[in-house]
């Protein structure tokens, strides 16, 4: 059972356009959200995060929103830049597990972002 | 550099055979995870570690899989009589209990360790 969703494989955007990817999941406990981003030949490397009692987190280039109700999260990326292309890999946890057993995070399948010059 | 680091990066054997890969986690994380990582597809936990206690394994670890972290720091992941299907990027991670920053959740990983089973 994929609790995690990443539906599109892949986006395309131009260079300073919008970057949006989308992430659903279907565990209701899931209430801490962490997007990773991973290059090539790389280990992921953490990007931003959200707690479920906000519905929007910003840092600098990259925003996370989060509905609850609809168990939707996405990452805005603007402006996209060349360097943004990787594969984006959405991730939830539960904060008692987080805190009681170590917090594991369930990963979706990834978004390879391409942004073209 | 002071991240997590796996080693080997890369690892070719033959069916059958039994493989080992080493992790070295961030010297002050007390947590470390395995997981391991397949084409098109995003990490899937493998197992976790509170200093040297093993406390979560994935149904995904047969009884072929086997992992230790014997004093706390360093931990391995043995795969015994490999089959084609264990090929994946093996995929290691840290994590301190809360950061510094105080944020939860962030786990720290490594490059990973790429099998191939022939």
């Known amino acids: 059972d994929q609790q995690v969703k990443q539906n599109s494989p892949s986006l395309s955007v131009q260079e300073g356009r919008i970057s949006i990817l989308n992430c659903d999941y279907t565990?209701?406990?899931?209430?801490?959200f962490l997007w990773y981003k991973k290059y090539p030949a790389e280990g992921p490397t953490f990007l931003i995060s959200i707690s479920s009692i906000k519905d929007k987190n910003e840092d600098g280039r990259f925003t996370v929103f989060l509905n609850k109700s609809a168990k939707h999260l996405s990452l805005h990326i603007v402006p996209s830049q060349p360097g943004d292309s990787a594969v984006y890999f959405c991730a939830a946890t539960d904060l008692f597990m987080i805190y009681n057993q170590g917090g594991k995070l369930i990963f979706g399948q990834g978004t390879e972002l391409s942004v073209k010059p | 550099d002071t991240g997590v680091s796996q080693d080997p990066r890369h690892k070719i054997t033959k069916r059958g055979q039994n493989v080992t890969f080493r992790c070295d986690p961030i010297s002050e994380h007390n947590r470390l995870y395995w997981y391991r990582q397949t084409l098109g597809q995003g990490p899937e936990f493998l197992t976790y570690f509170q200093n040297e206690a093993q406390l979560e394994k994935s149904r995904l670890l047969s009884d072929r899989f086997s992992a230790e972290r014997p004093k706390g720091s360093f931990s391995t992941l043995e795969i015994q009589r490999t089959e084609q299907g264990d090929s994946a990027m093996y995929l290691c991670?840290?994590?301190?209990?809360?950061?510094?920053?105080?944020?939860?959740?962030?786990?720290?990983f490594g490059e990973g360790s790429r099998l191939t089973v022939l």
């Open positions: 565990n209701s406990m899931f209430d801490y």
């Open positions: 991670a840290s994590s301190p209990e809360i950061n510094r920053d105080g944020n939860t959740g962030e786990l720290f």
